[in-house]
């Protein structure tokens, strides 16, 4: 398995301590098994940490903290784009298509990820296809994770009417992730 940036640790702690408050956080801390309790309670947002801790944190989320109906996931995927565009990059992106966005985004996910590469095909002007391949998080719920963020950034940049569908899947056995989105 990969490794993730300590970034992604950041999000989720954030979203929980300011959204949910602290027995949520202890709540998540308790559901983690020991090493990744351990890494998560002191991580660095610059340092890397294998994805399996990543995959049992975005879990306890949705178990410990949600309902395990994936609400939770959607909320902290939403949350996590929230913070990683900031006010100067929203008036940016606006201008542009989101399409152009969501191809950018793709140049820095080895920033946050060290597995995966995003081939981005815009099918019309309010349409594209994200296919992740290389990843090696087989986890049906960071990917949903994944699926409210990059439906978050795109409602961010001012697309409308968002439909973000994960058509595809390595965790259900699929050859790769793909999503369809499409926006007016």
């Known amino acids: 398995m990969g490794r993730i940036k300590g970034t992604n640790l950041s999000h989720v702690r954030e979203f929980v301590v300011k959204e949910l408050g602290g027995d949520a956080l202890a709540r998540l801390d308790a559901a983690l098994p020991a090493a990744s309790r351990e890494a998560f309670a002191s991580f660095s947002a610059t340092g890397w ?15 410990a903290v949600g309902a395990g109906n994936g609400d939770m996931l959607r909320r902290g995927g939403a949350y996590a784009a929230e913070y990683d565009i900031s006010r100067i990059h929203r008036l940016f992106f606006r201008i542009a298509n989101p399409a152009f966005v969501l191809e950018k985004s793709t140049e820095i996910w080895a920033r946050f990820f060290d597995t995966g590469e995003w081939t981005i095909k815009r099918q019309k002007a309010t349409s594209a296809e994200g296919v992740l391949t290389g990843w090696t998080i087989t986890d049906d719920r960071s990917c949903e994770y994944l699926r409210a963020y990059i439906q978050r950034m795109f409602e961010i940049v001012g ?16 050859a790769q992730c793909r999503f369809l989105i499409a926006w007016r």
Not at 160 to 170: I, L, M, P, T
């Open 159 to 174: 697309a409308k009417d968002v439909e973000n569908r994960h058509v595809e899947c390595r965790a259900r056995g699929g």
């Open 49 to 63: 940490y294998p994805e399996e801790v990543y995959v049992e944190v975005v879990r306890a989320l949705d178990d």
